[in-house]
Antibody, heavy 119, light 107 residues
Framework: EVQLVESGGGLVQPGRSLKLSCAAS????????MAWVRQAPKKGLEWVAT????????YYPDSVKGRFTISRDNAKSSLYLQMNSLKSEDTATYYC????????????WGQGVMVTVSS | NIVLTQSPATLSVTPGESVSLSCRAS??????IHWYQQKSNESPRLLIK???QSISGIPSRFSGSGSGTDFTLSINRVESEDFSIYYC?????????FGSGTKLEIK
């Protein structure tokens, strides 16, 4: 059974940093692209980052480029999202998703982790 | 960036009715469109991939169609558990984008 479990969320002040983690199991992690998708309260889904199987290629929307960094550790079947210079508009539930290459942004999703950026 | 426009924003229907939800892309994306269902306080669930390909475990009343710029998610005879929000998402570009969603509510 595919499982994705996020952790690391919480309350953080504007301008500070936070690192999210996602532990994957039930599939060969190193064979899949992975992605982070977020959802602000009462809002729609927004793609945040994608990483290739080896980690050599990463993609971001303009809204987070230069502030967020996606990474992975295939030996630990783990995905990460380093978030720097956080803004109030980054407040959202962050989902880890398995992203088949060229396919759905997420064929499997984690339960999500809440990040609140507030002073 | 590829913009996806979903319509209508809200659709009010009676259980047992059949419905069609629309997703229009700002440029041709072949069949690189995927549909998700999100129930309140739950993670999104993949319903249809590549415009019309079914997903294991998803009821057969859900189907998808379209290519190029116009796509449709159809639900044949809506059931009570189907009232939720539906999103389309494109993977034609590596810069993924989602539509703003269609809320299916009980009339």
């Amino acid at each position: 059974e595919v499982q994705l479990v996020e952790s690391g969320g919480g309350l953080v002040q504007p301008g500070r940093s936070l690192k999210l983690s996602c532990a994957a199991s039930g599939f060969t992690f190193s064979n899949y692209y992975m992605a982070w998708v977020r959802q602000a309260p009462k809002k729609g889904l927004e793609w945040v980052a994608t990483i290739s199987t080896s980690g050599s290629r990463t993609y971001y929307p303009d809204s987070v480029k230069g502030r967020f960094t996606i990474s992975r550790d295939n030996a630990k079947s783990s995905l990460y999202l380093q978030m720097n210079s956080l803004k109030s508009e980054d407040t959202a539930t962050y989902y880890c998703a398995r992203h088949p290459y060229g396919g759905p942004g997420g064929d499997y999703w984690g339960q999500g982790v809440m990040v609140t950026v507030s002073s | 960036n590829i913009v996806l426009t979903q319509s209508p924003a809200t659709l009010s229907v009676t259980p047992g009715e059949s419905v069609s939800l629309s997703c229009r892309a700002s440029q041709s994306i072949s069949t690189s469109i995927h549909w998700y269902q999100q129930k309140s306080n739950e993670s999104p669930r993949l319903l249809i991939k590549y415009a019309s390909q079914s997903i294991s475990g998803i009821p057969s009343r859900f189907s998808g169609s379209g290519s190029g710029t116009d796509f449709t998610l159809s639900i044949n005879r809506v059931e009570s558990e189907d009232f939720s929000i539906y999103y389309c998402q494109q993977s034609y570009s590596s810069l993924l984008t989602f539509g703003s969603g269609t809320k299916l509510e009980i009339k």
